[in-house]
């Protein structure tokens, strides 16, 4: 992985953004929104600021915010910007094969889009936490519940890699520990989505 810089204050403002995005309700990917397009205002090529906006257009999608064709082609937009700026960015292929999976039902092109994402960056937790949905979509849940778990561990305060741990061990028939894992993320953020 190779570093990105940016202004500082473009780069305050981004990681006020992601940590908004996470908590996952209209209020707060609204002003996580906003917080990443004042970022981009700064620093028009900082990439990860582009990868947060397709982030946050998904997981509204996801939640019935926006309608899944509006909400998916914003995302769309937004990644293909990031990875304009920055061909190599493992989260942005990982987040177009999100799109793939979801809104285009496209599991062969989200193997392709996630298999990049892998190869670019196999520690990226944006990336993991992807491959583990897909995983879990194709069946191969104890494979997607151990990359949920690894991406635990490494960011235990996560509400986003906690909610999806939960969900994926609520699927695998894990009820204890997908009830443990929703109890952490609303101790972590109440107002989850």
């Known amino acids: ?10 780069y305050a403002l981004y990681l006020q953004a992601k940590q908004l995005g996470r908590q996952a309700n209209a209020e707060t990917f609204k002003q996580s929104d906003a917080l990443y397009r004042k970022a981009l205002a700064i620093d028009p090529r900082y990439a990860p600021a582009w990868h947060g906006l397709a982030t946050n257009f998904n997981n509204k999608t ?38 793939a999976m979801f809104g285009d039902n496209d599991l062969a092109g989200a193997a392709r889009h996630y298999q990049r994402a892998l190869a ?24 997607g519940l151990a990359l949920d778990e690894a991406v635990a561990r490494r960011d235990p305060v996560n509400v986003t890699s906690l909610s999806n741990f939960g969900y994926h061990q609520r699927m695998a028939g894990r009820y204890d520990a997908a009830i443990a894992s929703f109890r952490t993320v609303l101790s972590l953020s109440p107002n989850q989505g």
């Open 1 to 10: 992985p190779k570093a990105r810089t940016t202004n500082p204050e473009a």
């Open 62 to 99: 996801g939640q019935g915010l926006l309608p899944s064709k509006e909400g998916f082609a914003q995302s769309r937009e937004a990644a293909k910007k990031a990875l304009e700026i920055d061909p190599d960015y493992a989260s942005a292929h990982a987040g177009l094969g999100y799109i």
């Open 120 to 143: 670019l960056d196999p520690t990226d937790l944006d990336v993991l936490r992807n491959v583990a949905t897909f995983l879990q979509s194709l069946g191969r849940l104890d494979e």
